[in-house]
Structure formats: structure tokens, C-alpha cells
């Protein structure tokens, strides 16, 4: 599983048999349940389940209340895992998972551009719900699946 924090983010499932991905939900009380039925599916199909999140924190130039916002919405995913029994890694920083994909250095656009088109090429069966918001969170999870088997 791959969670990419914040607003625009998502979470994407790499399951057995397929993928599926998500947008971030809106409010923590649907996080809660999106969560709670990953496991759910997990848990009935005797899947393991283990939750790769990237790491979030302020950067140069934020405002206090982007920053707190920040922290905020990662704090919310942590405990929605915790409460839901799903178990985590520690956050990986964005530069070690695009680094993975041999992101070439581009400006952001073009590199959300990029990795959307690198996730589709991975996931074509889930066609248009690849999209910008749900893109990083496949990655994350293809990288913590391919990292659960190296170790």
C-alpha cells in the first residue's frame, strides 16, 4: 500500500490479483473508513498488507499554517493506520522513492507529469484513475512492494 499525504495526494492498494487507487479523502472520518476497508478486503482475502507513506514536512518559504497543515494531515494518516491495524514503515522521503524510478530533474510540473506517465506504464488496467492525485501513491506502493521482496 502507498499513501501520498496531503490534499492533492492518494492512497493506492497492490493487491494479488490487481490495483486499485483512490484520491485522498476529504475528511479524516473518511480516511478512517477507506482504511478500515482496505484492511477489511486485506484481512478476508488472508492478504498481507503493509503501508509505505511518503514523508511530509515544511519547506523554505511555507507559512506557519501550511506548514501546521502539513503535519496535520500526516499525523491524521499515521493514526488512521494505527486505528485501522494496518502496519507501516517509516516515511520515505520523496527524493528516495523518485530516485527508485530514475526521475530525470525537471521543474515540478514536469515531474508530476512524468511520474503520472510512469504509473500509467505500470498500471495500464487502471487506465484514467491514474491521475495526478493518485500517480505518486501507485509509485509508492509498486516501491514498497519491490522493496518487501529485497529485504
Known amino acids: 500500500m502507498g499513501i501520498d499525504p496531503g490534499n492533492n495526494g492518494g492512497l ?13 479523502p476529504d475528511t479524516k472520518q473518511d480516511l478512517f473508513l477507506l482504511l478500515g476497508e482496505i484492511k ?3 484481512s478476508l482475502n488472508d492478504w498481507d498488507l503493509i503501508c509505505y507513506y511518503e514523508k511530509q514536512w515544511g519547506k523554505t518559504g511555507d507559512t506557519p499554517i501550511t506548514a501546521f497543515s502539513l503535519g496535520y494531515g500526516f499525523g491524521a494518516i499515521e493514526t488512521a493506520l494505527y486505528a485501522c491495524g494496518i502496519p507501516k514503515k517509516p516515511a520515505v522521503a520523496a527524493i528516495t ?10 521543474d515540478y510540473k514536469q515531474r508530476k507529469k512524468w511520474l503520472k506517465s510512469a ?30 521482496k529485497s529485504d
Not at 124 to 141: F, M, R
Request: hydrophobic content about 40%; proline content about 5%.
Open 12 to 24: 493506492a492498494v497492490i493487491w494479488p490479483n490487481g490495483a486499485e487507487c483512490f484520491k485522498m
Open 119 to 148: 504509473a500509467q506504464g505500470l498500471f495500464p488496467e487502471l487506465g484514467k484513475k491514474v491521475t495526478d492525485k493518485t500517480a505518486d501513491a501507485l509509485l509508492i506502493a509498486h516501491y514498497g512492494k519491490d522493496k518487501e
Open 97 to 106: 522513492w523518485e530516485k527508485y524510478y530514475n526521475t530525470p530533474k525537471m
Open 40 to 42: 477489511d478486503k486485506a
